[in-house]
């Protein structure tokens, strides 16, 4: 466990302070201009104020990260267009990946489409960023001797519920985002040991994250009412991290023979539910009850042949 460093103040005003090329991933979560309440007025700039305030985080970000480091940006509908210019045109990032998180609830609209998506815009300081992908690979559908069974990319569309007021972890801040989401990022573009920084750390979630995967942690919060909040979620006991693709949860068909069906089951749990406890004792329960009778019938199987043994 590694312990974050939390910062109180203005992005603007503490990233100079950040040594150049010190930083390995950037989880950058800002604020999206839409007019929300986060006990100050940073969500409700007018257009080229933002524009303005975007480019200049931006840039610092870009100074303080290592030459093999990424930076992620979530934002939503209104300005993920200019976003991507900012960060590819004016500021020369490499392009990695436009993701968009499905949130699958939220507010529903009478009048036009309800949103269900936000963005997250995956830019590297160099077209050689470190990836991790057997780190955040998702199960396989089916078991083939030639498919990889230590699993398949997760794509660009992923899904991840809001975290719910009676999970454990919910804070009171408005835009809490899920550790699931987070966790995907850090292990796919960072390693133990690595410095991750979030220059919008709201709630706390990266830090929470990087604190149980031993990355070193740095959080800016310009709301000190939120800084106390991170404190307290950073003291709680850990019981796994608090969202997962329900992929992970994904129990392959066709595990047929049973010295690989048991081989698989313990894998999938150190694959794909490390940081997940509880979801691993439903996986167990999922997995015999989906492969109880294959199980039976090779128990019996067994004992057949221990009792011819023994004639
Ligand atoms: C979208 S929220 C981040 C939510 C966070 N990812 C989480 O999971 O809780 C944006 C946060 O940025 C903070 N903020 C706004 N302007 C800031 C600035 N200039 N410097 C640092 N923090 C700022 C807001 O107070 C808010 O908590």
Redesign the pocket.
């Known amino acids: 466990m590694t312990e974050p460093v939390l910062h109180t103040?203005?992005?603007?005003n503490v990233l100079p302070s950040l040594p150049a090329g010190s930083v390995d991933l950037i989880v950058a979560?800002?604020?999206?201009n839409l007019g929300k309440d986060?006990?100050?007025e940073?969500d409700s700039m007018c257009r080229d104020d933002y524009l303005t305030f975007t480019r200049d985080w931006i840039s610092e970000a870009k100074r303080v990260l290592k030459k093999d480091g990424s930076i992620y940006v979530?934002m939503g509908f209104r300005y993920i267009a200019r976003l991507y210019i900012v960060l590819e045109e004016e500021l020369g990032l490499n392009f990695n990946g436009w993701i968009t998180w499905h949130y699958t609830q939220g507010m529903g609209k009478t009048k036009g489409f309800s949103p269900r998506h936000d963005d997250i815009l995956y830019f590297s300081k160099s077209p050689k960023p470190i990836f991790n992908l057997d780190s955040i690979r998702i199960p396989q559908k089916f078991y083939r001797s030639r498919n990889n069974m230590r699993g398949a990319n997760p794509g660009d569309l992923w899904e991840f519920s809001h975290v719910h007021y009676c999970q454990e972890s919910r804070t009171e801040?408005p835009?809490?985002?899920p550790e699931g989401l987070i966790e995907r990022i850090v292990l796919a573009s960072s390693n133990d040991g690595d410095t991750v920084l979030?220059?919008?750390?709201?709630?706390?979630?990266?830090l929470r994250v990087c604190q149980q995967l031993n990355r070193n942690c740095i959080g800016?919060?310009?709301?000190p009412e939120?800084v106390d909040l991170i404190e307290s979620r950073l003291k709680q006991a850990f019981n796994g991290f608090d969202s997962l693709d329900p992929r992970m949860k994904r129990i392959p068909n066709d595990l047929n023979d049973p010295a690989i069906r048991e081989e698989y089951r313990k894998n999938h749990k150190a694959w794909f539910l490390r940081n997940h406890p509880r979801e691993q004792q439903e996986f167990d329960d999922e997995f015999k009850r989906k492969y109880a009778v294959k199980m039976r019938q090779a128990s019996l199987n067994f004992d057949e042949a221990d009792s011819e043994c023994v004639n």
């Open positions: 103040g203005d992005c603007l979560d800002p604020p999206y986060y006990g100050n940073s979530f801040h835009t809490q985002k979030d220059p919008f750390a709201g709630s706390g979630t990266t800016i919060e310009i709301n939120y």
